[in-house]
Every structure is written in structure tokens, then in C-alpha cells.
């Protein structure tokens, strides 16, 4: 099944996340968004020339601004969401950030057009008792900034799969679209850290470095196939699988011990959007 390539992309998103809240100890969210980016951007060009004989060519596109717009929005995404994993819980700033497949139900058939089914409002204002379930430790520890920032990553997530959905309307291949984001984001990431500074990797540092940008670049590669070839609903819901991966990274891994309050609003929040997704899209699609 062509959606299937989510449950792909879900595995290497939480194990990116492991290695990000790793590497987060010795570097910020500006300096690992650059490593993760330029390691992926060196390998999807090295894969284009071999695949095409050249790099410029087979990245001349008319869709420029397509590119930049989706580009922009995963980018800023990026950069809360690692900014999130770096001061909560692995689960939480994934569940967080996962929210976007709700709001993508809803930009689904405000933006795309798509044929709205039954339950949508329901599913989410599920959603948003879920999210106040798994931010209220965060509240009551006072991490309203970091938890903030997991919310809006997801937001401008949903964003970003909406430009893939309409670029792959376009006709735009998936290799395209990743090599533009992935350059975006490491001009980005570059930029910022030449304004707030950096720190010098030491050579046990470069395995978790190079290991981000591998896994990102993997992922993003089956996200993109799974958006592009896919059914909206079906590699919607299976985003969720991220979310028990990460929960037992973070508790095996990290010792992560979540209060019940924020393990029942993970649940609420996987269920709301699967069933999101689910009114989101026209019955045909399942």
C-alpha cells in the first residue's frame, strides 16, 4: 500500500527525535536544524547527480515560489519542534507536534477543497481536550514556552503537507521537494547561527550529527511519497504511529515516566486525529 510509506517515515522521525534530544545537550536547536539539514542536503544532491547525470538541470522547476512557501513553513516547524524535544518530554514534544494531521484535516478542506465529512469540528475540539491533557504537567512546571513552541510546530506542519499535497499536484517529484526544503533549511539554519554563535563539533559528536541528518533526510523522503502517492485520510492517521514510537524510546531511552493526565491525552489527541483525518476526507479515499 502506498501510504504505508508513513509508517516508513514514523519509525525514522522518532528515532531522529532520539538523537536530537541527545545531541541537544551540547548544541541549540539553530546549530542541530543546520546539521540535520546540510548532511541531508549533501545527500539528496549526491543522489540526484548519480540518478540524473547532473544537479542543476533536474532541479529547474516553474514552481519556485511553491517550493519556497513549503520550504519556509517546515522550516520555522523544524526549528520549534527541535526547540521542543531539547526541553520536554521526547512523547510530549511529539505528540505536540503531531497535532498537525488535526489541523491538517481542517486546512485539507478549507485550502485543498476536499470534500468535508461528518464529525470534523468534533474531532477537533477532541483534539484540543487531548492537547490541554498532555500540556498540563507542562503548565504545572511552568515549560509554557517550550510546549508553546511543539504546538505551533505542528501547526506549520500541517501547513508544509499541504504545500507537498499541492506540489505533488503539480507534478513535482518527491526528490524536488526535499531538496528544496532541505536547502532552505540549511540556509536558514546557517544564517542563524552565524548570528547567535556555535560550538565546535569533537569527533564523538559527528555520529549523532551525521545520524540526524540521515534519518531526517530518509524520512522526509518516505513523508513525501506517502503525501504525494498516498490517500490524505489513510497516511494521516498512520502519522500517529510516531507518537508510540517516541513514547517508548523516551521511557526506555530517557527514563521518561509521564504522569496519567498525559499518557490519556496522547491517547485523546492520536484518536481525535485519526478521527479527523477520517471526517476530513470523502469516503472514497479510505
Not at 527541535?82 to 526541553?87: G, K, L
Not at 504525494?228 to 502519522?239: K, N, Q, S, W, Y
Not at 504511529?241 to 492520536?270: D, H, K, N, Q, R
Amino acid at each position: 500500500m502506498k501510504s504505508s510509506w508513513m509508517l516508513v517515515a514514523a519509525a525514522l522521525f522518532a528515532l531522529m527525535g532520539v538523537l536530537v534530544k541527545h545531541a541537544s545537550t551540547h548544541f541549540s536547536s539553530a546549530e542541530l536544524v543546520f546539521y540535520r539539514s546540510v548532511f541531508g542536503l549533501l545527500a539528496i544532491g549526491g543522489v540526484i547527480a548519480v540518478q540524473h547525470g547532473s544537479l542543476l538541470k533536474p532541479l529547474a522547476t516553474p514552481y519556485r515560489r511553491a517550493h519556497f512557501w513549503r520550504g519556509l513553513s517546515g522550516f520555522v516547524a523544524l526549528v520549534l519542534f527541535f526547540y521542543a524535544i531539547a526541553r520536554l518530554p521526547l512523547a510530549t514534544a511529539v505528540t505536540l507536534n503531531y497535532t498537525a494531521p488535526l489541523f491538517l484535516a481542517v486546512l485539507s478542506a478549507w485550502w485543498l477543497h476536499e470534500k468535508q465529512g461528518r464529525g470534523l469540528l468534533g474531532a477537533v475540539g477532541l483534539g484540543f481536550v487531548g492537547i490541554v491533557l498532555v500540556l498540563r504537567p507542562q503548565v504545572q512546571d511552568q515549560a509554557w514556552l517550550p510546549a508553546l513552541a511543539g504546538l505551533v510546530s505542528g501547526m506549520l506542519a500541517a501547513v508544509a503537507y499541504v504545500n507537498v499535497k499541492q506540489l505533488g499536484r503539480l507534478g513535482e517529484p518527491e526528490w524536488r521537494v526535499v531538496f528544496y526544503f532541505t536547502l532552505l533549511a540549511t540556509l536558514g539554519g546557517g544564517a542563524w547561527m552565524l548570528l547567535a554563535g556555535f560550538h565546535r563539533p569533537h569527533a564523538a559528536d559527528w555520529p549523532w550529527l551525521i545520524g540526524i541528518g540521515v534519518t531526517a533526510t530518509l524520512a522526509q523522503l518516505a513523508l513525501t511519497r506517502a503525501y504525494h502517492r498516498g490517500r490524505t485520510l489513510i497516511v494521516g492517521a498512520l502519522a500517529y504511529s510516531t507518537v508510540g514510537f517516541s513514547a517508548l524510546y523516551g521511557l526506555i531511552l530517557f527514563g521518561e515516566a509521564l504522569p496519567l493526565s498525559a499518557w490519556t491525552g496522547m491517547a485523546v489527541v492520536t484518536l481525535a486525529g485519526i478521527w479527523a483525518v477520517r471526517s476530513a476526507a470523502p469516503a472514497d479515499s479510505l
